[in-house]
């Protein structure tokens, strides 16, 4: 099993609608959580951290389920700007060092 | 800002040669990783580093080495450059709180 798994997609939605990702990471020990947007031949940027009560960023919801061991990102509103792919992190610090696990992201791509 | 530089943003290398990718923050951030990034593969991590001088295989260290002298300056060394080394490689800092900050990637191809 992956330590971190995501759906790759692509979701394509119109434009207006809400989407969900999901990511489920192996090790219970992990400690944070983030989610990443990842512009085509760009380098990955910080979209969000996500905290266990949920956090809210305008049109961007982050969830995290310790239990079931999945964090969630719901964009509401879709624009065109948001096609892109995301990718979920889960770090974990350990023997001293930050262990940083990556998703293999999953593409959304918004629809006129 | 964090900043996160990289040497190049596109570089082309014959096969055989050594190639070194360097990477700089301005941070003071203790750890530094390096990641080449395939379509379909996602990011894969190379080597980490989370002190100077202190340095961590990660998933697919062959072919490379790094070199941490300087707490900023992070390298990545490829020793006797492969056509399978093509790829985007990708820089990153991360302070203790655990977000990571990346460098815009150098796009490598090996002929």
């Known amino acids: 099993r992956k330590e971190v798994e995501q759906d790759p997609g692509p979701f394509n939605v119109p434009e207006g609608a809400t989407v969900a990702f999901n990511c489920t990471y192996s090790?219970?020990?992990?400690?944070?959580f983030f989610w990443y947007r990842q512009d085509c031949r760009k380098e990955p940027k910080l979209l969000m951290s996500?905290?266990?009560s949920g956090n809210e960023d305008g049109r961007f919801t982050a969830q995290l389920n310790r239990a079931s061991q999945y964090i969630s990102l719901l964009i509401r509103d879709s624009k065109l700007s948001d096609s892109a792919t995301y990718l979920c992190?889960?770090?974990?610090?350990?023997?001293?060092?930050?262990?940083?696990?990556f998703g293999t992201g999953t593409k959304l791509q918004v629809i006129p | 800002d964090v900043k996160v530089t990289q040497s190049s943003r596109y570089l082309v290398k014959r096969t055989g040669e050594k190639v070194f990718l360097e990477c700089v923050q301005d941070m003071d951030h203790e750890n530094m990783f390096w990641y080449r990034q395939d379509p379909g593969l996602g990011l894969r991590l190379i080597y980490f580093?989370?002190?100077?001088?202190?340095?961590e295989k990660g998933d697919i260290p062959e072919g490379y080495s790094v070199s941490r002298e300087k707490k900023e300056r992070f390298s990545l060394i490829l020793e006797s450059a492969s056509t399978n080394q093509t790829s985007m490689y990708l820089c990153a800092s991360i302070p203790f709180s655990g977000e990571q900050y990346f460098g815009p990637g150098t796009r490598l191809t090996v002929t």
């Open positions: 090790n219970s020990a992990s400690q944070s």
């Open positions: 996500v905290y266990s």
């Open positions: 580093s989370y002190d100077v001088k202190m340095k």
């Open positions: 992190v889960v770090t974990l610090y350990s023997g001293g060092y930050q262990k940083v696990t």
